[in-house]
């Protein structure tokens, strides 16, 4: 008989929700889940994982501690709760805190004295405290004294074998002192990292923004390199791995097709929105976004390009697309670049045919060869292991004519010395 000792609620049980309270069951607290989704409350009852591909968090979600429910009641029995909902942008970029006011508000209207409340939501420096707050104080509860309000941002890496959920060192701050000493207190009793204690809520939710802006400017520089490069004849990928040789003051990013998953293509606009609104101009941050987000043209125009010098055009012409995650081996398709180049190939007319191994409902294709037989040309939009393994003689084999390495993951000179058109990012 398993020990409790506490109740948590996770609101979201999404890629950061679910496996945080799958590791709260684990250590032993009586754990609740709450999302919108029904399917997603039954198969998490039956002890069914909704996300795939992680064997690790089926065997958890298989032991049926956690008890997911549409119901926000479960708030008024738990002693902590933590938020873990989305926080996207509109198709113009801004920020979209109507996840997080919805579930503010939840926690608000079951908020009962002594609870602690943390946030993991990605949210940029300040909405702790204007948005967030004021919802859960409207009662008359006062943060510090009746509840206690911190904020740790989440830090998760879908598909790493290596860091996970439970080793990841995390950052975390309170409205108040005691609110951070006891966020700390409970992630030291469910994690095997390091915690550090912010001086501040605003410093905890700015750590998280300036981690992925960090990776977004410097990915956005490699692209731009790579733009150049590929002007003067110069291979980057090469470039990038001469320069990688320096043993101090380089870290190697490399270029692509685009730049997916929840985080580095979204967490910018909260930081510079924020900013906006206090009179500062984020123009570093915007100049990476835009870079970044011309990758997926970027590459189709590549196409576009090697199907001319064959006389081709890519209206009517079948074109195979390998991958629609965002990452190599996840089914994750959130801002994945692959979508933006499948709607692009579209409208320029292409007959779009698509494979994911671990996407197969949304694969036009069940099988990599199914995708082969029926293309004369493709793009490399996710470097799954299945298309970076791939023996490249059966793309002569099968009749590809150009080949579009969106992931520069590919043997370039064996294409090449095979007689087919060969482009890379900046290769």
């Not at 975390?172 to 002192?177: D, K, P, Q």
């Amino acid at each position: 008989m398993r020990k409790v000792r506490a109740t948590v609620t996770v609101i979201g049980l999404g890629y950061v929700g679910l496996p945080l309270a799958a590791l709260c069951a684990e250590k032993g607290y009586r754990t609740y889940g709450i999302t919108l989704e029904a399917k997603k409350v039954s198969m998490v009852n039956k002890g069914v994982s909704p996300i795939a591909n992680d064997a690790e968090l089926a065997v958890s979600v298989a032991k049926k501690h956690i008890v997911a429910t549409r119901n926000a009641k479960v708030i008024r029995q738990s002693d902590i709760v933590l938020m873990c909902v989305p926080t996207p942008v509109d198709k113009l970029y801004n920020p979209d805190l109507s996840p997080v006011r919805s579930a503010a508000l939840k926690i608000s209207l079951n908020l009962r004295k002594g609870q602690l409340i943390i946030i993991e939501s990605t949210i940029n420096p300040g909405v702790c405290e204007e948005v967030i707050l004021p919802i859960l104080q409207k009662g008359g509860k006062v943060a510090g004294r009746d509840f206690f309000l911190a904020h740790c941002p989440e830090r998760i890496n879908p598909g790493d074998p290596t860091w996970n959920v439970r080793n990841i060192p995390r950052v975390v701050g309170g409205i108040t002192h005691r609110c951070s000493r006891l966020a700390a207190k409970f992630y030291r009793s469910i994690l095997e990292s390091d915690i550090r204690e912010m001086k501040s809520i605003k410093e905890a939710e700015a750590t998280k923004i300036v981690e992925n802006s960090f990776r977004d400017i410097n990915i956005a520089f490699v692209n731009e390199l790579a733009k150049s490069f590929d002007k003067l004849g110069i291979d980057v990928y090469d470039v990038i791995q001469g320069a990688a040789t320096k043993p101090f003051a380089f870290m190697a990013h490399y270029p692509s097709c685009g730049v997916g998953g929840h985080c580095i293509p979204v967490d910018p606009y909260y930081l510079i929105e924020r900013a906006k609104q206090s009179g500062f101009d984020h123009r570093f941050l915007r100049i990476a976004r835009e870079i970044n987000n011309s990758m997926p043209a970027y590459t189709v125009n590549h196409l576009i390009r090697q199907l001319n010098k064959l006389k081709m055009p890519l209206s009517g012409t079948s074109i195979g697309v390998c991958g629609i995650s965002y990452k190599a081996e996840v089914s994750d398709i959130r801002e994945s670049s692959s979508l933006k180049i499948i709607s692009l190939l579209k409208e320029f007319g292409a007959k779009v045919r698509t494979y994911d191994p671990y996407l197969l409902e949304q694969s036009t294709d069940k099988s990599l060869i199914e995708l082969l037989r029926h293309s004369d040309g493709m793009i490399i939009a996710t470097n799954h292991r299945e298309f970076v393994e791939m023996d490249i003689r059966k793309l002569r084999k099968y009749g590809i004519k150009v080949v579009i390495d969106g992931k520069n993951c590919l043997d370039k000179d064996g294409i090449v010395r095979l007689g087919m058109a060969y482009k890379g990012i900046g290769r």
